[in-house]
């Protein structure tokens, strides 16, 4: 599986970005697919996951009720839709998928595919 995510930008406190993650290779059916983040100096860390059949989401708690993460799967696209942005979501965010819907879902370790990142910077 490959994946490409784009999205990614430079936007102020408060406000919106959308990123998208383009899968090929395989089409994705009893798959997981998350977004992760990286902040310079920081470890990666668990965003948001969608299980691709099933529908349903997980978020960490440092973003739920402004983030939403959302597939298309005729398309074989996902999408992070990032609201309220503030300062502390500046990072690389990635897109992953992992060959397994059973949790957890924010081990960053069990995720078989990644994307090459997309930089999200937010000002102040």
């Known amino acids: 599986v490959q994946l490409q995510a784009s999205g990614g930008g430079l936007v102020q406190a408060g406000g919106s970005l959308r990123l998208s993650c383009a899968a090929s290779g395989r089409t994705l059916s009893s798959y997981t697919l998350g977004w992760f983040r990286q902040a310079p100096g920081k470890e990666r860390e668990f965003v948001a996951a969608?299980?691709?059949?099933?529908?349903?989401?997980y978020y960490a708690d440092s973003v739920k009720g402004r983030f939403t993460i959302s597939r298309e799967r005729a398309k074989n696209t996902a999408a992070l839709q990032m609201n309220s942005l503030k300062p502390e979501d500046t990072a690389v965010y990635y897109c992953a998928v992992r060959i397994s819907t059973a949790p957890p879902m924010g081990d960053p370790g069990r995720y078989n595919f990644w994307g090459q990142g997309t930089l999200v910077t937010v000002s102040s």
């Open positions: 969608i299980r691709w059949s099933a529908g349903s989401t």
